[in-house]
């Protein structure tokens, strides 16, 4: 994705290791201001731990962006597609840190803990979620 990040279309994952800008009371990681344009107004927000082998996601929105922050204490992977009928790509991340992930419309994706801490995610998207009609559809992007 460039470097500025666009709210329509299809398009591949942007992320952006966070740099801990923390003191003796712990670490503290900052969103960089294009991953907040790229989300705009947030309609939604969730907060969600996953605990060690577990995954969440497998799953691409039609109607909303997705900014997701990442913390992590141990290793954990993101899996992702740019659309339908393309291919699954994935990288991996190490250590303790933080780890933001603009998600655009239509990119499936997951986040897998591989390490042996649970990591935490809180999950920004630019509309309501409406239990009714969730704008969550399954398509699975990690490995089998």
Same mark, same amino acid.
């Given at each position: @994705? +460039? ?9 591949? $994952? ?16 900052? %969103? $960089?201001?294009? =991953? ?8 939604? @927000? ?5 605990? $060690? ?11 909303? %962006? &997705? ?11 993101? =899996? #992702? ?6 291919? +699954?790509?994935?990288?991996?991340? &190490? ?16 986040? !897998?803990?591989?390490?042996?801490? +649970?990591? #935490? ?6 509309? +309501? ?11 699975? !992007?990690? $490995?089998?």
């Amino acid at each position: @994705m +460039p470097a500025e990040l666009s709210q329509v279309g299809h398009g591949e $994952p942007s992320i952006r290791v966070l740099g801990d800008n923390g003191d003796e009371r712990g670490p503290s990681f900052s %969103v $960089p201001q294009e =991953y907040l344009r790229f989300l705009g107004a947030a309609g939604d @927000m969730h907060i969600a731990c996953i605990l $060690p082998g577990h995954t969440r996601g497998n799953h691409y929105h039609v109607l909303r %962006v &997705e900014l997701i922050v990442v913390v992590h204490f141990d290793r954990f992977s993101m =899996y #992702w597609d740019c659309g339908a009928d393309t291919e +699954p790509s994935s990288r991996s991340f &190490e250590g303790e840190g933080a780890v933001a992930i603009a998600i655009p419309k239509h990119s499936s994706h997951a986040i !897998v803990n591989d390490g042996d801490e +649970p990591l #935490w995610l809180a999950a920004t998207s630019d509309g +309501p979620y409406n239990p009714d009609a969730p704008d969550a559809h399954r398509r699975v !992007v990690t $490995p089998s």
